[in-house]
């Protein structure tokens, strides 16, 4: 099967599973994640159906602080439950290169993954995430990253005219 199919084939299966949820609370700091989530929907149209802007935006993935789901010419990035925590998800992170055998693995710590007490080990996973800082597992340390908790706009634009402001917006 040629790679191309193939990473069409794993775009698409992908697609079900990337919650959506485009604003988010990282700390004390609030995010729109609109242009990563429309990034994210040209890698499902076919090349030879993208306009010259579409393709040029194909290729620059805006928000690179934010990993999660990512498929481009080089490979695809890949996210497995290994184990789910009192406070997060322990997540195996895998690369596959789609021009050589080369696939790398690490494990990471994922909080405020929406219904992450319902995953399950081994169970496949999509998302885009913020690197927040460390966590200690036992005598392991781990890279933590935060999925964000959603909030409305229209919400905290109410709540910040009936207050003084909500400093670090963004």
């Not at 992170?93 to 790398?104: F, G, I, M, P």
């Not at 496949?124 to 036992?138: T, W």
Request: with cysteine; proline share 7%; hydrophobic share 35%.
């Amino acid at each position: 099967m040629r790679p191309l199919l193939i990473l069409f084939l794993m775009a698409c299966s992908a697609t079900a599973a990337l919650p959506y949820h485009p604003y988010r609370k990282v700390g004390d700091r609030y995010y729109n994640l609109l242009p990563l989530y429309s990034w994210e929907k040209l890698l499902h149209i076919p090349r030879n159906k993208l306009t010259p802007q579409q393709g040029e935006q194909r290729k620059n993935r805006p928000m690179p602080e934010w990993i999660g789901y990512e498929i481009n010419s080089e490979g695809i990035a890949g996210y497995r439950v290994s184990r789910v925590l009192d406070d997060g998800v322990l997540v195996e992170s895998t690369w596959t290169s789609l021009h050589s055998d080369v696939r790398s693995s690490s494990l990471i710590v994922l909080k405020n993954y929406p219904g992450e007490k319902k995953l399950v080990d081994g169970q496949r996973m999509d998302f885009f995430a913020m690197r927040v800082g460390i966590y200690r597992l036992g005598t392991k340390t781990y890279e933590l990253y935060d999925y964000g908790i959603p909030y409305d706009p229209e919400q905290l634009k109410r709540a910040m005219q009936q207050t003084n402001g909500i400093p670090g917006t963004k």
